[in-house]
């Protein structure tokens, strides 16, 4: 099972839907509890943040392989899915 990277800024509403389809996915399906999640606060962590490709966040990550990140406007329904699939991935 991969490690995942996620990067998030404090307050944002796109990582706080992901963080609640997160939540819901990891209810409904007991195996996502058992993926590690690597959370890196995206102001805290700048060098870090830096060595990545990508402009949004929330931002999932295998490796350097960025596998999801949200875009303006996206609705939880759009989140959930692309967590479920970076979570699906990761098993």
């Known amino acids: 099972m991969k ?5 998030h800024l404090n307050g944002c509403p796109y990582c706080a839907q992901a963080r609640k389809a997160l939540a819901e996915l990891q209810s409904t399906y007991p195996e996502f509890k058992e993926i590690e999640l690597k959370w890196i606060e995206e102001r805290e962590n700048p060098a870090v943040a830096d060595t990545y ?3 949004y966040v929330p931002a999932f990550f295998f490796g ?3 596998l999801y990140e949200a875009h303006p406007g996206e609705t939880y329904d759009e989140c959930k899915s692309s ?6 991935a990761a098993l």
């Open 3 to 7: 490690e995942i990277t996620v990067f």
């Open 53 to 55: 490709d990508y402009y």
């Open 64 to 66: 350097k392989e960025k």
């Open 83 to 88: 967590v479920e699939k970076v979570l699906r």
